[in-house]
């Protein structure tokens, strides 16, 4: 992929220097073919970017002794059936990959109810939602390698009443007091004889966690042919003074079926932000949506920034 000439491609008149720093000026000013080559270009540097980290992590797998995992190095990134880059089927792929570098035992979500006056709707509320989180699972494309992990898929319910009837901001305060105890005591000599664990298992700790209320409930009970059951997703930083000032609400729905192959994925690669940008009219977020250059670029950033 390293000789693909569009690697190269810059617009006429423009500089490599330009290309690193366009404008949206820039952009707008370019024909149709241009623009579309200059996505192609972004598309295909993101994805060399993400099989160098995946090298990166199996180098380290090698030296403990563990069996590299195989890499996609001789495709292309994912496409859609129209040809262009598609964002969803690669962040799966990278998932599959990290999971299996770093060997996480679990991966998932930490999820905290909120509605505690019906204990049936809560009863098929449970019920229905693993079996819809499992359809979502099982439609994963067999080429992604999904199915390697689904005993390491976790999602951990925390039904306390003590947060009954809690806001966003009240559970993602939850979070936080759940991730610090997983975190066990600090400066403590004798936390390892306590149990403890070194710190919280790296595949469940994510910038968003789930929030489960009535609404929530009623969307997965009471599902029609059609209909999208959820849950929300509450950034983990909304308690603290710099959740005020988030480009967004802080909590969005999230389609059940979405939530690992999906939602689980794009908060490995994007900022919540980027990923709350893409919730279509209906109110309920499914997929990532189709390539975005500036989405893209900050994905690319942000794996270039784990490799370091």
Not at 46 to 72: F, M, Q, Y
Not at 152 to 172: L, T
Not at 234 to 259: I, M, Q, T
Request: glycine share 6%; charged share 30%.
């Amino acid at each position: 992929m390293a000789d693909n000439p569009i690697l190269s491609y810059l617009p006429h008149g423009w500089t490599e220097e330009k290309y690193k720093n366009a404008s949206d000026a820039d952009y707008e000013a370019l024909t149709e073919e241009e623009l579309q080559k200059v996505m192609d270009r972004t598309a295909a540097e993101t994805h060399i970017e993400t099989l160098e980290w995946v090298d990166k992590k199996n180098e380290e797998r090698a030296a403990r002794g563990a069996r590299p995992i195989s890499l996609p190095q001789e495709t292309d990134a994912p496409e859609t059936s129209e040809g262009s880059p598609d964002p969803t089927a690669e962040n799966l792929q990278i998932l599959v990959q990290r999971a299996e570098a770093e060997h996480w035992d679990n991966f998932g979500f930490w999820a905290f109810r909120v509605h505690f006056s019906d204990p049936d709707l809560w009863e098929g509320f449970e019920s229905g939602f693993f079996h819809l989180l499992n359809e979502g699972i099982a439609a994963a494309p067999a080429e992604s390698g999904m199915s390697r992990l689904d005993d390491n898929v976790m999602v951990r319910f925390v039904s306390d009443e003590d947060i009954a009837n809690q806001g966003p901001e009240g559970v993602s305060y939850a979070y936080q007091l759940c991730i610090d105890e997983e975190q066990g005591p600090e400066d403590d000599e004798d936390a390892d004889a306590e149990g403890w664990p070194d710190a919280p298992e790296p595949g469940m700790v994510t910038s968003m966690c789930l929030m489960v209320d009535e609404e929530c409930m009623r969307s997965v009970v009471d599902r029609t042919p059609g209909s999208t059951p959820f849950v929300k997703a509450v950034d983990a930083s909304l308690h603290r003074p710099e959740g005020k000032k988030l480009p967004y609400s802080g909590c969005f729905k999230v389609a059940v079926r979405s939530l690992i192959t999906r939602f689980y994925a794009a908060l490995l690669l994007y900022d919540p932000a980027d990923i709350a940008a893409t919730v279509p009219d209906s109110g309920v977020w499914t997929d990532i949506g189709p390539f975005d250059r500036d989405r893209e670029s900050r994905k690319l950033e942000k794996l270039s920034a784990a490799r370091e």
